[in-house]
């Protein structure tokens, strides 16, 4: 009886995960390390219907053609805009060319995903969300994938009955001589910040070094602390945060583990009684990749955010439920944060990608 129970249930699941079918056909500009190791993969298992591979060099194109013999490559964007039959197109190119490409799909009025970062200024930003919407692009998105990570999406929930106090986060890397740090890299933490706190006001900046920063800054219920700094090494590469609330603390480490750390309450007159007593530390947590099974919600691709946004994209796109979080208008306060910082003395934005 167990086991007939156990072989329907993976029966239904599996039914379930092949019944889950697109009718439109795709296309993908770029095909670099970072796409071959986050993003195809998951159009590969989602079953997305990959028709174009689009790259710039014609001994490329052909390698394509005969690695994955089933999808047309081509070194013209046009040639997807003007095919009736593509509804999507997915980016991930070299930063440089990537408000240029945004702006052809976006005048097609395909829907775009592409990977940040989606332009170098602000004023860029506004010219292609004003594009989207003169020419009705259903769905344009950037690949801010943190956004979509489970922990980071639990954790808003959590933030938003908490009273906040104060977060401390550190975005910790070696050394970025390939682009630029605060485009390529940096985008990233302050985007999270931006997302989970709202918009930021700059209280101060501190350079250190060629690349690396300190700030200070104040949203509306929370003031934070942040270190970005390519000043340490990639081996031992950091990304945490912590948020301090009138309840507890909340840690996010790696985007892999998030947990919650309740605080001791108990006064006598004024006086906290943990310092009468021991007190035992009590750690919930509410989130952590399992690195024992390797099953779908297991995988770094998953737990990184990578999984859920690329989903969230074609869902959209196909018309059935999605999320949307990274629309091209909700990151104008990513790109303002950034302008300021650019304006205490940043180096200017180079056209490198990692």
């Known amino acids: 009886m167990i086991q007939e129970l156990i072989n329907r249930y993976k029966r239904m699941r599996t039914e379930r995960f092949l019944r889950q079918t697109y009718q439109y056909s795709y296309a993908f500009v770029g095909m ?33 053609e005969r690695k994955f013999p089933h999808v047309k490559a081509t070194t013209s964007l046009g040639t997807i805009l003007n095919d009736d039959e593509v509804k999507g197109v997915f980016v991930a190119a070299s930063p440089s060319a990537h408000f240029s490409i945004a702006s052809q799909v976006l005048r097609s009025g ?67 001589p390939e682009g630029n ?76 583990e998030l947990s919650f750390e309740h605080k001791p309450s108990a006064t006598a007159f004024g006086i906290p009684m943990e310092k009468l007593r021991a007190h035992h530390e009590t750690k919930e947590v509410l989130c952590q ?11 770094q691709i998953y737990s990184q955010g990578y999984f859920n946004e690329m989903e969230a994209f074609v869902n959209a796109v196909e018309g059935s439920h999605h999320t949307i979080v990274t629309d091209i208008k909700t990151i104008r306060e990513t790109y303002q944060l950034m302008n300021e910082i650019i304006g205490v003395g940043s180096p200017q934005p180079s056209a490198t990608r990692r």
């Open 289 to 299: 990749r399992n690195n024992f099974t390797p099953i779908l919600l297991n995988n």
């Open 32 to 64: 670099g390390q970072h796409s071959l190791t986050n993003l195809y993969p998951v159009l590969h298992y989602l079953g997305v219907p990959l028709k174009y591979i689009c790259v710039t060099s014609e001994r490329k194109a052909r390698l394509i």
């Open 181 to 256: 740090a605060l485009l390529d890299l940096y985008i990233h933490p302050l985007d999270l910040v931006c997302f989970l706190f709202g918009k930021p006001k700059v209280v101060a900046v501190q350079q250190v070094g060629s690349d690396s920063y300190v700030l200070m800054l104040r949203h509306h219920h929370i003031v934070g602390t942040l270190e970005l700094s390519t000043a340490y090494s990639w081996t031992t590469a950091e990304e945490s945060l912590k948020v301090c609330t009138s309840e507890g603390i909340y840690r996010l480490l790696q985007m892999e």
């Open 110 to 176: 395909k829907s775009l995903f592409i990977e940040k970062p989606l332009c170098q200024t602000l004023e860029e930003l506004d010219t292609l969300t004003d594009m989207q919407r003169l020419h009705g692009s259903p769905v344009a998105m950037v690949g801010l994938q943190k956004r979509y990570a489970p922990a980071v999406q639990l954790l808003q929930k959590r933030l938003h009955k908490a009273h906040l106090v104060s977060y401390d986060l550190h975005y910790l890397t070696g050394a970025f």
